[in-house]
């Protein structure tokens, strides 16, 4: 499986969210041979809804499918306890997380899950997230549920 890729795909959406002024979240849902069920974005800003994260986008545009376990989600960032939760919910079997500097989210939560982790540390999903974290604070800390004290 080529996970670098599959990032590709999560990492358009994220840009995609980026130059629309939202939060560079992006996501998708593979099969067991690596074809795109869903992909998505974080629409926090765009449809002032803080319940479509990418991974919950990226889900939902997948449709129904009977069984998680054979399935890849590949994420821009370190997935947050609403996705993390979502992940465990339906037993997703493989996480492929761009990036957990800018956010480290709940890895070892997932593993303990059983859920097989696979960490990418890709230098350009750092850096938008990176980007965007010093251009709109704000945003940031509000879709991770954190005061912004600044
Ligand atoms: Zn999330």
Same mark, same amino acid.
Not at 29 to 38: A, H, I, N, Q
């Given at each position: 499986? /080529? =996970? #670098? /890729?599959?990032?590709?795909? @999560?990492?358009?959406? @994220? &840009? ?34 803080? #319940? ?6 990226a889900?939902?545009? @997948?449709? &129904?499918?009977?069984? =998680?376990?054979?399935? *890849? ?7 947050? +306890? =609403?996705?993390?939760?979502l *992940? ?11 990036? #957990?500097?800018?956010? #480290?989210?709940?890895?070892? +939560?997932? &593993?303990? @899950? ?9 230098a350009?999903? *750092? ?5 965007? *974290?010093?251009?709109s604070?704000?945003? +940031? ?10």
């Amino acid at each position: 499986m /080529n =996970y #670098s /890729n599959m990032l590709t795909v @999560a990492f358009e959406e @994220a &840009r995609t969210g980026f130059d629309e002024g939202g939060v560079p979240v992006g996501a998708a849902l593979f099969d067991c041979e690596g074809r795109v069920l869903g992909r998505g974005r974080n629409r926090r800003v765009q449809d002032g809804d803080p #319940s479509v994260h990418g991974e919950t986008d990226a889900f939902r545009k @997948a449709g &129904r499918q009977t069984n =998680y376990r054979d399935k *890849i989600l590949v994420t821009t960032l370190a997935p947050c +306890w =609403y996705c993390s939760g979502l *992940i465990r919910q339906f037993n997703i079997g493989t996480v492929v997380v761009g990036e #957990s500097v800018n956010f #480290s989210g709940h890895l070892d +939560w997932l &593993r303990e @899950a059983g859920v097989n982790v696979i960490e990418l540390n890709d230098a350009d999903c *750092i850096e938008l997230m990176r980007r965007f *974290i010093e251009q709109s604070p704000h945003i +940031w800390f509000e879709d991770i549920g954190e005061c912004d004290n600044a």
